[in-house]
Nanobody
């Protein structure tokens, strides 16, 4: 059974940092990509970044370039999203998702975690 479990969400002040984790199981980790999406109530799910597990290449969205960084630990089947210089507009539920290719359309992803709440206070 495929499982993606996010953790690390919290309440943080603007300018602060958080690191989210996504622990994966039930599939061949090396053969997939993992993406982070975020969503606020009433808004569409937005891609934040994606990482190719095999070669470690990352594809961050323009809105987070220079602030958010993805990495992966193959030994732990876990990917991370390091978020620096957080802004109130980064407040969202953050989800990780797995599939074969990095694409921005969330409909293309087959596997999803349950989400973790990030709240940035001004």
């Amino acid at each position: 059974e495929v499982q993606l479990v996010e953790s690390g969400g919290a309440l943080v002040q603007a300018g602060g940092s958080l690191r989210l984790s996504c622990a994966a199981s039930g599939f061949s980790f090396d053969e997939y990509v993992i993406a982070w999406f975020r969503q606020a109530p009433g808004r569409e799910r937005e891609e934040v970044s994606c990482i190719n597990i095999s070669d470690g290449r990352t594809y961050p969205a323009d809105s987070v370039k220079g602030r958010f960084t993805m990495s992966r630990d193959k030994a732990k089947n876990t990917v991370y999203l390091q978020m620096n210089n957080l802004k109130p507009e980064d407040t969202d539920v953050y989800y990780c998702a797995a599939d074969l290719f990095c694409v921005s359309d969330y409909d293309e992803y087959d596997y999803w975690g349950q989400g973790t709440q990030v709240t940035v206070s001004s």
